[in-house]
């Protein structure tokens, strides 16, 4: 035992000679802790909400703390016992979320760090092994791969439908069938469902529908409107608005809410205060930007149509649009994304040309921000009811640039396609 005392004691580094031992002053230690965390005797009072930081929250007595565990558990409004719940800046966003997206419709909405992560809790919420969901073929590819992959594992089985056939899919439900999961317009090919008829039938059959409302926004899409029971949003995208912050959000009826509120906890998902208040202030102006979006996109798919390279161009407000009607009938708008088909003999070489020659638009996934985009979209590995037979497939998000410099982008970016070609 001594020795081994002593073993320790040779291994310490020796004191520099002439230096004494740090040792702070005790009325530093305690200052230091304790000063500047009195928010002051005047209210004070901004344009907006302040960015709370938190991870402990206090409470100045035992019992208070009991309360707010159980209303933290119940999920009640506002209740954080510890910030993992929330705190006033993420509560905030939340209320926001949940009022502008259901409208009249009473709603709660939870926070997520993701979109993504948005969509896999709302599956794993209300999903359990046995039952079988619908997904449409359309919908966002990383979605797709959760079903097929983790919910795959936990023994949640999934079809995949044509997302043209409307109400339909009821031919599709099975006796375990719990929910139907669709994204409308459909991510890089941009069919438009007949979300209120499945609704409708759905709910007739007691199935639960949940949409994801990336591309609309509540802007230009009420989901709740037409039935849905739950609603996901990419904030990411348009409510952000500046392609600087992640963020995702699941809106559910409040009926729903127990469950849904289940699942964020026992994950212990949550966001930070200042990644809220980002998505707070891009939000002030997301129905402008939404406006400009639209205009900007739709003059340069008209232009597009117009062009002998073009086979086809996938927007929901184009007349040649096959679900022109519905889009009609349910949106009050259309964002700034669309795709557009090349002619089937245009090369992989000849698309590379075209997405690399560029001056305005950049070349990168996600869209939504103020910047304009462009991908080539390569989505064989990703449709299984609806193979695509077309050409090669081009999406593009009109941001917030003039039109005219996007047109001649992509102008010379067909003379550049030429060029391979020869
Ligand atoms: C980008 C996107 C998501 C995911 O959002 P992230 O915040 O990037 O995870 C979900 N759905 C659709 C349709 C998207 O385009």
Redesign the pocket.
């Known amino acids: 035992m001594n020795s081994n005392k002593n073993r320790h004691d040779n291994d310490m580094p020796t004191p520099t000679a002439g230096v004494p031992p740090y040792a702070s002053h005790p009325a530093f230690v305690a200052d230091v802790v304790s000063a500047a965390r009195d928010p002051g005797p005047k209210p004070f009072e901004a344009v907006n909400l302040p960015v709370w930081r938190a991870s402990s929250v206090l409470f100045s007595n035992v019992a208070d703390m009991r309360a707010e565990v159980a209303a933290t558990a119940g999920g009640e409004r506002r209740a954080a016992n510890y910030a993992t719940a929330g705190t006033p800046t993420t509560f905030a966003l939340a209320e926001a979320v949940a009022q502008l997206e259901a409208g009249a419709h009473p709603a709660r909405a939870a926070l997520m760090p993701?979109?993504?992560?948005?969509?896999a809790t709302t599956l794993q919420a209300f999903l359990s092994p046995g039952d079988h969901l619908l997904m449409s073929d359309s919908?966002?590819g990383?979605?797709r791969l959760f079903a097929q992959g983790m919910l795959a594992r936990f023994g949640i089985e999934t079809t995949f439908y044509d997302p043209c056939m409307g109400a339909a899919i009821e031919s599709l439900l099975r006796p375990t069938t719990r929910m139907v999961y669709l994204?409308s317009p459909g991510?890089y090919t941009f069919e438009i469902q007949d979300t209120p008829a499945i609704c409708a039938m759905a709910r007739r059959r007691g199935v639960l529908t949940a949409i994801?409302n990336?591309?609309a926004s509540p802007v230009l899409a009420r989901p709740f409107d037409w039935g849905v029971d739950m609603s996901?949003l990419?904030?990411?995208?348009y409510w952000s608005g500046h392609a600087d912050v992640?963020?995702?959000a699941t809106v559910v009826r409040e009926a729903l809410w127990p469950q849904l509120h289940q699942a964020v906890r026992q994950q212990g998902l949550c966001v930070g205060g200042d990644d809220a208040w980002l998505i707070l202030r891009g939000m002030r102006t997301l129905e402008v930007r939404m406006r400009a979006h639209e205009r900007h996109g739709l003059e340069v798919a008209r232009w597009l149509q117009g062009r002998p390279e073009v086979a086809r161009v996938l927007h929901p407000a184009l007349e040649s649009h096959p679900q022109h009607h519905l889009w009609k009938r349910d949106f009050l708008g259309a964002s700034g994304l669309f795709a557009f088909e090349l002619n089937a003999d245009v090369t992989p070489q000849q698309v590379e040309a075209l997405c690399d020659r560029r001056a305005h638009l950049r070349l990168g996934?996600?869209?939504?921000g103020f910047e304009s985009l462009i991908m080539p979209a390569n989505i064989s590995a990703l449709r299984t009811a609806t193979p695509w037979r077309g050409g090669p497939l081009i999406r593009l998000h009109a941001g917030l640039d003039a039109p005219a410099l996007l047109m001649a982008d992509l102008e010379a970016g067909f003379d550049a396609m030429r060029t391979v070609r020869g």
Request: aromatic share 14%; glycine share 12%; no cysteine.
């Open positions: 993701s979109g993504l992560s948005a969509i919908v966002y990383p979605a994204e991510s994801d990336a591309w996901v990419p904030l990411t995208k992640l963020m995702g996934f996600s869209w939504g």
